[in-house]
């Protein structure tokens, strides 16, 4: 088998518009695997959330996750890989999204901390399955400042580039800018992807970059699709994505990643 090891992100990718994996990708999934392949995921959302979907289609080796800040592994309950924001940095991030009132969550492993839980807040938890018990409402001033993975705002594109801008001007460093979707807006520390979490995801498994796919559709997987041997972006995908795979499958609602391994098992791709 030419490629051992198949990366798909979720949202817009693996799920469909339901949030739903059809029957379909569940089936292509479960005969790559009897082929010989390995299958896994990685998004933006944290543990808790990715939980019941690794145990839905039978993921048994590590997850990516926080888009890319943690590499976990649910059959062994341990973490392969971590990276945090750094203090100084966090706390700037903070002060400033609260002094420009922009919708936040900071992610402390499978705990988030929010400063209140609006309508943005409740739909999206409401749209990534989370356990409200997880959520810990509370001033900035009661957030934790230690293994924070990421900050997710939600807001449009304007209002974070104010904040960009703003965060140059009081020495926000240390840290990287992702879209996730089309109003997620994410702080990451520096360095952080999808596509370096796959790396070291690869060594872990002992596949070589050469030996894997990946399959995404926004902004948060470019990294991902450059850093795979085939790089796969779906019908769906931002143009920003297309630019960089080396082949287009089908959209999230029309079974794509089944499509794409359909395709794959016949030995009808190639990079």
Same mark, same amino acid.
């Given at each position: 088998?030419?490629?051992?090891?198949?990366?798909?992100?979720?949202?817009?990718?693996?799920?469909?518009?339901?949030?739903e994996?059809?029957?379909?990708?569940?089936?292509?999934?479960?005969?790559?695997?009897?082929?010989?392949?390995?299958?896994?995921?990685? !998004? $933006?959302r944290?543990?808790?959330?990715v *939980?019941?979907?690794?145990? &839905? %289609? #039978?993921?048994?080796?590590?997850?990516?996750?926080?888009?890319g800040?943690?590499?976990?592994?649910?059959?062994?309950?341990?973490?392969?890989?971590?990276?945090?924001?750094?203090?100084?940095?966090?706390?700037?991030?903070?002060?400033?999204?609260?002094?420009?009132?922009?919708?936040?969550?900071?992610?402390?492993?499978?705990?988030?901390?929010?400063?209140?839980?609006?309508?943005?807040?409740?739909?999206?938890?409401?749209?990534?399955?989370?356990?409200?018990?997880?959520?810990?409402?509370?001033?900035?001033?009661?957030?934790?400042?230690?293994?924070?993975?990421?900050?997710?705002?939600?807001?449009?594109r304007?209002?974070f580039?104010?904040?960009?801008?703003?965060?140059?001007?009081?020495?926000? !460093? $240390?840290?990287?800018?992702?879209?996730? *979707?089309?109003n997620?807006? &994410? %702080? #990451?520390?520096?360095?952080?992807?999808?596509?370096?979490?796959?790396?070291?995801?690869?060594?872990?498994?002992?596949?070589?970059?050469?030996?894997?796919?990946?399959?995404?559709?926004?902004?948060?997987?470019?990294?991902?699709?450059?850093?795979?041997?085939?790089?796969?972006?779906?019908?769906?995908?931002?143009?920003?994505?297309?630019?960089?795979?080396?082949?287009?499958?089908?959209?999230?609602?029309?079974?794509g990643?089944?499509?794409?391994?359909?395709?794959?098992?016949?030995?009808?791709?190639?990079?």
């Amino acid at each position: 088998m030419q490629y051992k090891l198949i990366v798909a992100d979720m949202d817009g990718t693996l799920l469909n518009d339901k949030k739903e994996i059809s029957p379909k990708n569940r089936e292509y999934i479960d005969k790559y695997r009897k082929a010989g392949g390995l299958f896994t995921v990685a !998004t $933006g959302r944290g543990l808790s959330t990715v *939980e019941n979907i690794a145990k &839905e %289609i #039978l993921i048994d080796i590590p997850v990516i996750l926080y888009n890319g800040a943690q590499v976990y592994d649910f059959n062994n309950k341990k973490i392969i890989y971590e990276k945090f924001l750094s203090e100084d940095a966090y706390k700037k991030a903070l002060t400033l999204l609260d002094n420009l009132n922009i919708t936040f969550l900071a992610y402390q492993g499978p705990h988030m901390w929010v400063k209140e839980l609006s309508v943005a807040v409740a739909e999206h938890l409401r749209k990534e399955t989370v356990n409200i018990e997880n959520v810990t409402a509370a001033s900035i001033n009661e957030f934790p400042i230690k293994g924070i993975n990421k900050i997710l705002t939600i807001t449009d594109r304007n209002t974070f580039e104010k904040f960009r801008e703003a965060s140059s001007q009081i020495g926000l !460093t $240390g840290v990287r800018f992702v879209q996730s *979707e089309v109003n997620y807006f &994410e %702080i #990451l520390p520096e360095g952080v992807s999808k596509g370096h979490a796959l790396e070291e995801l690869a060594v872990y498994l002992d596949i070589p970059l050469s030996q894997t796919a990946a399959i995404g559709d926004h902004m948060n997987d470019i990294e991902m699709v450059r850093a795979a041997g085939l790089g796969v972006a779906m019908a769906n995908a931002r143009d920003e994505v297309k630019r960089y795979a080396h082949f287009i499958t089908k959209s999230n609602n029309d079974d794509g990643v089944a499509y794409f391994i359909e395709l794959l098992l016949k030995n009808q791709i190639s990079s």
